[in-house]
């Protein structure tokens, strides 16, 4: 969850994106721009240093997005470095992706399991658990031996885990309390 601060950045971002109509294309970039900066944390340190001027970094802005994001978005970048706020883009992403998926009745969905999921089972899955939301599913998947067998879903705050590591330990606990 983001922070207020956060929140606030990215709510005023998504008003100028739906007064444009364009409330996922910044989604898309902002996540763009927050995969450049993973990529290049030297690139955010340089943003957040208070010993290079506000002009330079400006610059370096321009030179590295302008004709690449919206112009907005562009502006945004320029402000939230301004007011040194730029530190925070990737939870002001988080809180902005939150915003876009409420207003658009999009659940994310994720599923851990011990091997790949087929694409027929993941779209089962997507369909399975949109019947249970009533609302579309991005799923996102990952691979983790350790559960054996099985799989884990978390949706928002719960978590349903089927996974053959939480069943075999539920048995270890009950065969534990039966023996002492």
């Known amino acids: 969850m983001a922070d207020i601060v956060s929140e606030r950045y990215a709510l005023s971002l998504y008003e100028v994106a739906a007064d444009e109509k364009k409330e996922k294309a910044y989604l898309d970039e902002l996540t763009a721009v927050c995969e450049a900066f993973g990529r290049e944390p030297d690139f955010l340190k340089m943003l957040m240093t208070p010993s290079i001027a506000l002009e330079d970094k400006q610059k370096v802005l321009r030179a ?3 004709g690449r994001i919206e112009t907005y978005l562009l502006n945004f970048l320029m402000l939230i470095t301004e007011k040194g706020r730029v530190g925070l883009i990737h939870s002001m992403r988080e809180a902005y992706k939150e915003h876009y998926y409420f207003e658009n009745g ?3 969905v994720r599923a851990i399991t011990a091997k ?7 779209e089962k899955l997507k369909a ?3 019947a249970v939301t009533g609302k ?7 691979v983790d031996e350790s559960i054996l067998g099985g799989i884990v879903v978390k949706l928002g705050g719960e978590q349903f885990d ?3 590591r939480t069943r075999l330990n539920e048995i270890a606990a ?3 309390n039966t023996i002492a």
């Open 136 to 142: 579309q599913v991005v799923l996102e998947t990952s």
């Open 116 to 122: 790949p999921l087929s694409a027929a089972l993941a």
């Open 106 to 108: 999009i659940v994310e």
């Open 174 to 176: 009950r065969l534990t």
């Open 128 to 130: 399975k658990m949109s």
């Open 64 to 66: 590295v997005f302008e």
């Open 162 to 164: 089927t996974s053959l």
